[in-house]
């Protein structure tokens, strides 16, 4: 079974907090994916990882970076968070060529 | 060239009809098709995925029709019910070698309505 988690799944930040968004695998895949995703649109990725210690930008551009440390975890880092940060983020993962499996996503508002 | 082209943005249907959801692509390289179904508040999930050595896949209601010539390929819900009311995202993947390998291009999305 496919079992992805993110934390946390709701966050309400002031703008200029620091905020990392937890997301971890369980199935040993080796790429794993953020996305940014405003209600019912595209999704956009923003950066993606083929194993540990590789991360690459995504299509999207983002302020935000990510850690590749351990092959189940995929954090990402906003240093100084703005209202143009609110949006939705999903990490997903997958296993060479076949589909990704998401996670249930992070609600981020900055106010 | 890594676009894929998703049609229509929404689409409205009476229970037990059928919804067709279409895509186009123009990368040649694309080797992996699948089709992910959102609910609001809920990460994508994968539905139904293709490849296209076939020209048609069938899982219950849901058949992915690919056309490799036209470089087209569809989703059909047959019995549409309320509860597929999602929205839908086909995607495409490319051919095994180099670090982009399985990323997914996805298409915009439709947003599918089925009225009881």
């Known amino acids: 079974e496919a079992d992805i988690y993110q934390t946390p799944r709701y966050l309400v930040i002031g703008t200029g907090k620091k905020i990392t968004l937890e997301c971890s695998q369980t199935?040993?895949?080796?790429?794993m994916y953020w996305y940014q995703q405003d209600p019912g649109m595209e999704l956009h990725l923003i950066h993606y990882?083929?194993?540990?210690?590789?991360?690459e930008k995504g299509d999207l551009s983002s302020e935000s970076t990510v850690s590749r440390i351990r092959t189940e975890h995929f954090p990402l880092t906003l240093e100084s968070a703005r209202p143009s940060h609110t949006s939705q983020y999903l990490c997903?993962?997958?296993?060479?060529?076949?589909?990704?499996?998401f996670g249930p996503g992070t609600r981020l508002t900055v106010t | 060239q890594q676009q894929v082209k998703q049609s229509p943005q929404s689409l409205i249907v009476q229970k037990g009809g059928i919804s067709i959801i279409n895509c186009a692509y123009e990368?040649?390289?694309?080797?992996?098709f699948p089709w992910y179904q959102q609910f609001p508040g809920k990460g994508p999930a994968l539905l139904i995925a293709?490849?296209?050595?076939?020209s048609e896949k069938k899982e219950g209601r849901f058949t992915i029709s690919f056309n490799k010539s036209a470089k087209q390929f569809s989703l059909h819900i047959m019995d549409s019910q309320p509860g597929d009311s999602a929205t839908y995202f086909c995607?495409?993947?490319?051919?095994?070698?180099?670090?982009?390998?399985?990323?997914?291009?996805f298409g915009q999305g439709t947003i599918l309505t089925v009225h009881p």
């Open positions: 990368n040649t390289a694309f080797d992996y």
């Open positions: 997903a993962s997958s296993e060479g060529g076949t589909g990704e499996y």
């Open positions: 995607a495409a993947s490319l051919k095994a070698g180099g670090t982009s390998y399985g990323k997914l291009t």
């Open positions: 293709i490849r296209p050595d076939v």
């Open positions: 990882s083929y194993g540990v210690n590789s991360t």
């Open positions: 199935m040993g895949h080796d790429k």
